[in-house]
């Protein structure tokens, strides 16, 4: 089981660029979520998607878009990345949406927006 | 304005001693909480959680507190070993009615544990 991936690993964009980064698991899980890391602040969550088809705003949504047309991938996108944008990512999935449900997460990606 | 606040953002213990790694939240809808461990280039792993309906809760050197009239909580590691010198995430939920607890994580304090 290779658990929870992210494609890239690394990104540098240019304000104003779009990217689209994504997430794939392989355990079945129905709920998925983006979230970004930035220093001092944890991990703020940005959207997720309780199944397959379905997606739902979370804390910082603004700026990002996301897609589940397929219950193992979730995707996150930028349509005009602003250098506020610089972070990290993380996926993560769980088997369902309840606190005692364990998230797994990703190994994160790093984007750099100039 | 933070919910979950580790006031610590470093913390470094010598090998063998105790570490103690606090989180405080100030939402006293807050029912479920969790601890999450990450190294570095990796994403975050769960480590231990407890309900408030504890308050205490162990699972081998690692135990988690959880004193809610003071609205703290915390992590003690004994002993302490070098692998578990990481980045150490609290974090808070609620649970609710709706199909999704949202989990609120704390800034993260790194722990570095010294041969």
């Known amino acids: 089981n290779a658990g929870v991936t992210q494609t890239p690993k690394f990104r540098v964009l240019k304000t104003g660029q779009s990217m689209t980064l994504l997430c794939a698991q392989d355990m079945n899980h129905e709920y998925m979520y983006w979230y970004r890391q930035d220093p001092g602040m944890g991990l703020r969550l940005i959207h997720y998607?309780?199944?397959?088809?379905?997606?739902a705003k979370g804390e910082v949504p603004d700026g990002y878009n996301v897609s589940r047309l397929k219950k193992q991938n979730f995707l996150l996108g930028l349509e005009s990345a602003a250098p506020s944008q610089t972070s990290v990512y993380f996926c993560a999935s769980s088997r369902a949406g309840g606190s005692y449900n364990e998230q797994f997460f990703g190994p994160g990606t790093r984007l750099t927006v100039l | 304005d933070q919910q979950v606040k580790q006031n610590s953002p470093s913390l470094s213990v010598q090998e063998g001693r105790i570490s103690i790694l606090n989180c405080d939240y100030t939402?006293?809808?807050?029912?479920?909480f969790l601890w999450y461990k990450k190294y570095p280039a990796e994403g975050p792993t769960f480590l231990i959680s407890?309900?408030?309906?504890?308050d205490k809760n162990e699972d081998g050197r690692f135990t988690v507190f959880l004193n809610k009239s003071a609205k703290h909580l915390s992590l003690h590691i004994v002993p302490s070993q070098p692998g578990d010198s990481a980045v150490y995430f609290c974090a808070a939920s609620a649970l609710g009615k709706t199909s999704y607890d949202k989990v609120i994580f704390g800034p993260g304090t790194s722990l570095s544990v010294i041969p």
């Open positions: 939402n006293s809808m807050f029912d479920y």
């Open positions: 998607s309780v199944g397959e088809g379905t997606t």
């Open positions: 407890i309900s408030s309906i504890k």
